[in-house]
């Protein structure tokens, strides 16, 4: 499942940010060939805003023809949009692969890794650990002691899970009122367990125009986020 | 005082960290533009690796004639390399500025309110809010519970001091063998008080390749950090 309802202010294009172009395409398709290498596009749900419904069907049919990705209702916040597309899931689906939309240069083993320690435990995030030294304020803007930064990740998708574990986290972060910025969290916060899967550095969330200079950078200096590889200059 | 004895491994260009280009300078030049337009420069005393002197001696006379800054060989560690710095420091001076080499965007209003809050606290760290999620784990690579991350923040530089607080925690730390990659943390760890600064986003660290391309970018996009302003196009 893709969470793409974002309106991406912060990138001023005027556009949904999943469709904000990077290497000439929308930045959603290239985070969905990620996937499709892996066979993991046959039953994707991806949520978007309700208004743009068209314009998501126009591209994706044009970037993935005959494909027939389902598009859900987001809702005003991030965990309403996932909740929504957690209800459309088929009734047959065992494990859900949540992967932001702005993040397109997921390694394809981070994606292996999250599934295989959704099936272990039941959740899984992919994180990386802090390379910035982080931080705490007390509520009057001064430092407290500094958390010991070895035990400390920066949060990343995929995030994979059993789908009644997930299921069960957001039904009871509705009942608690509960709000995170992601979903690995609700599972901890219901008592679950969820393990931490190393990342890449290079796998960023695609925020601001820096972040779309960033991605440029890479898509020009690694093979591996190379959209068309000059083949005809190999032997 | 600038700790740049920084290797820069990561960068791959065979140079002290400090003295990779950024749009045509080299970044430790650009770094002390920064603090040069707020008389700042004065007293500066800029950390080295001691093989790297005559090199970081010929580009500071090129970029800076006349100006005799103060070099002092660094350490293995970069504590270490701040603890020689602040020996080497003016008896006069009554409040130290601590700024990475590597972090060539850094805001005029960060500098003037952390040398504000040491004068009024003894210690000021400039930081940004977390943007990230900030995940803790166990011993065995499984989540703890997600902090609030309305308390976090990722640590920036300037780190501003009235010089008798830094000089006392980082003998205190010396004393209990507390090492730390920033002095604020040392601070607080002695028990002092550290007001929290906010900075801005542009501060970035130059770690890898791909932040000497967001350099570019910014240098290129953004007025305040062009080197060479376009005078002539104004009236």
Known sequence: MVPAAGQGERLGQGLPKALVEIGGEPLLCVTLARFESLGLLE????????????????????AFPGRAFQLVDGGHERQQSVWNGLEALDSSTEVVVIHDA????????????????????????VAIPCVDTILCSDD????EPTPDRSKLWSCQTPQTFRVEVVRAAHRRAAEHNWTATDDATLVRASGGTVKLVEGSRENIKITTPGDLAYAAFLMEHD????????????P
Chains 1, 2 share one sequence.
Do not use: W, Y
């Open 223 to 234: 093979e591996r986020f190379r959209l068309k590889p000059v083949s005809a200059d190999r």
């Open 140 to 143: 009057s803007g001064f430092l």
């Open 102 to 125: 702005a993040r397109p240069f997921v390694g394809h083993d981070s994606i292996r890794e999250s599934i295989r320690g959704a099936e272990e435990v039941g959740a899984a995030t």
């Open 43 to 62: 039953s994707a749900v991806i949520v978007i805003a309700p208004e743009s419904r068209s314009v998501f069907r126009t591209v994706l049919d044009d």
